[in-house]
């Protein structure tokens, strides 16, 4: 009797490992999101104060290279350089936003929070994130092009980035419409 109850009791094997797969990509993505964070910041970094605060760091044949463009940082007046610094910020900050709050929704997962709203909430803010990325990965390079006065460079866009991000939009959306079905049923019994 105290085995049955005692196995009733524990989660399934399978909640187990969904737990644990969910730490592991919680995991993945907080590496994801770091690497991100960083590269974007050591770049804004170079070209906010490369140039002006720590001349001696950076050599003076010092070359940036973006989409297999290289440039010379000493040489970019400071419109060149904001110019740079927004395609910086396009390229990376969305992308953080979006592992961040994948993240989030993985670590509450593993912790074995299913269908609450701040799961949902997290899956929206990921869903907006991501479709932001695909959008700011297709100018990015235009603006990189046209700040540097090389003329405008074609677009990029990201058609994968963009479906992922709907397609977790609208799981956000089904998961907060059968929470409000669970509650609109449970208060009825």
Request: proline content about 4%; glycine content about 8%; some cysteine.
């Amino acid at each position: 009797m105290t085995e049955a109850h005692t196995a009733a009791a524990s989660p399934a094997p399978g909640l187990h490992r969904a737990r644990k797969l969910s730490r592991i990509l919680a995991a993945c993505l907080g590496i994801g999101f770091c690497a991100v964070a960083l590269v974007g910041i050591v770049l804004v970094g170079v070209m906010l104060f490369g140039a002006t605060i720590w001349p001696h760091l950076l050599p003076a044949d010092a070359k940036l290279a973006f989409d297999s463009q290289g440039i010379s940082i000493h040489s970019l007046s400071l419109a060149q350089k904001l110019g740079v610094l927004l395609t910086f910020l396009l390229r990376f900050g969305p992308s953080a936003a979006a592992l961040y709050f994948g993240r989030r929704i993985f670590l509450k997962l593993g912790r074995g929070e299913v269908f609450t709203s701040s799961i949902v909430t997290d899956m929206r803010a990921a869903a907006l994130w991501m479709i932001a990325a695909a959008f700011a990965r297709s100018v990015d390079r235009f603006i990189f092009s046209l700040s540097l006065g090389r003329g405008p460079h074609g677009l990029s866009f990201s058609p994968e980035i963009l479906f992922f991000g709907v397609c977790t939009y609208v799981a956000a959306y089904v998961m907060a419409e059968a929470r409000q079905l669970a509650e609109d049923n449970a208060s009825i019994v």
